[in-house]
């Protein structure tokens, strides 16, 4: 979808010449330095001065390419919105749910890696009330996320998903994903390091996929299998590249998380034969039952004769 309808800039305008090499090096030197600038100070912070001096240009050079403050501001948006929609249209109906998942999440992480101050600038513009993409939201945004919402309603139908709301999915996976470049001195403050490595982010992929999917995917219980094969398959649902989530010992996770592919302790295992499910199926309540039926058989006749 082309994020440009609604947010179109003066210089973008009909009638607009053809870019050259030298122009589109200099309108990105000045969007880099723009969304730095807005992520730091705000939008109302944010001057043309401070912008043209972290571009190092003049300013009546950045004018030059960007008329007015607006203009300015809503390539910013669009240079994060075009990239973001793109990501979400590409979910296929035809495709295995799992794996339109898992690469949806995947892309969106790798997104907050590599462009966290992208991230902010748009969340800048919504906690502000969305002046710029009000209309934007209200129209082609929503127009896309209905559309990818019958995609998810699909495989519903197909029995493919678990029945959930097709749109909440899509706002519990931009909030998971956008909260590691929006929120980052909070994660890096929280996990003890001074920044958000590579290997944070592979593992947070795989943890959110696996999160995510045992959520929508139908489950299947075989009473048949012991409690500790349903603990165990559980962990064996599909993640981003068809990784499970196993921390590393020394990981920020391992803590909190463990290995999801360990067996139960003991603990856990009583826990679930002890289960009212569990009860009506298993062999120790009919050999109660058994032995209490005898017990009244042989009970029977005194009990009988007392009221005689």
């Known amino acids: 979808m082309n994020t440009h309808t609604l947010l ?26 723009a969304q730095a600038v807005i992520a730091e100070f705000g939008f109302h912070g944010a001057t043309i001065d401070l912008i043209a001096e972290r571009a190092g240009i003049s300013k009546p050079n950045l004018h030059y390419y960007f008329p007015t403050k607006v203009d300015l501001q809503i390539a910013a948006l669009r240079r994060t919105l075009d990239v973001w929609v793109d990501s979400l249209a590409k979910l296929d109906p035809e495709g295995d749910p799992a794996v339109q998942l898992s ?9 907050a890696r590599q462009n966290p ?19 934007y939201l209200r129209t082609e945004l929503r127009a896309l ?24 999915l899509v706002f519990l996976i931009w909030a998971a994903t956008q909260h590691y470049a929006d929120f980052a001195p909070q994660v890096r403050a929280v996990l003890g390091v001074k920044s958000l490595t590579p290997k944070v ?23 048949k299998k012991s409690p500790a094969a349903l603990f165990r398959t559980s962990a064996s649902l599909p993640s981003a ?14 803590a909190s998380l463990g290995d999801s592919s360990a067996s139960p302790t003991p603990s856990e295992e009583a826990s679930y034969r002890s289960s009212p499910e569990i009860g009506k199926t298993s062999v120790a309540p009919k050999a109660a039952g058994s032995r209490a039926l005898k017990s009244n058989r042989r009970t029977a006749p005194n009990a009988s004769r007392k009221r005689i």
């Open 117 to 135: 101050v992208a991230s902010r600038v748009f969340a800048n513009e919504i906690l502000r009330g969305a002046p710029l993409l009000n209309g």
């Open 201 to 223: 982010f592979q593992e947070v992929d795989a943890f959110l996929c696996n999160v995510v999917l045992r959520g929508v995917l139908p489950r299947v219980v075989n009473r």
């Open 145 to 168: 996320v209905a559309q990818k919402a019958k995609v998810i309603q699909s495989w519903i139908a197909q029995g493919k998903l678990a029945p959930i709301e097709p749109t909440y």
């Open 8 to 33: 179109e800039p003066a210089s973008l305008k009909a009638g607009a010449k053809k870019k050259t090499r030298i122009t589109l090096r200099n309108e990105e030197k000045i969007l880099d330095a």
């Open 103 to 111: 690469r949806y999440i995947a892309e969106k992480i790798e997104m």
């Open 241 to 254: 590249k068809g990784r499970r989530f196993a921390p590393r010992p020394d990981g920020p996770f391992a």
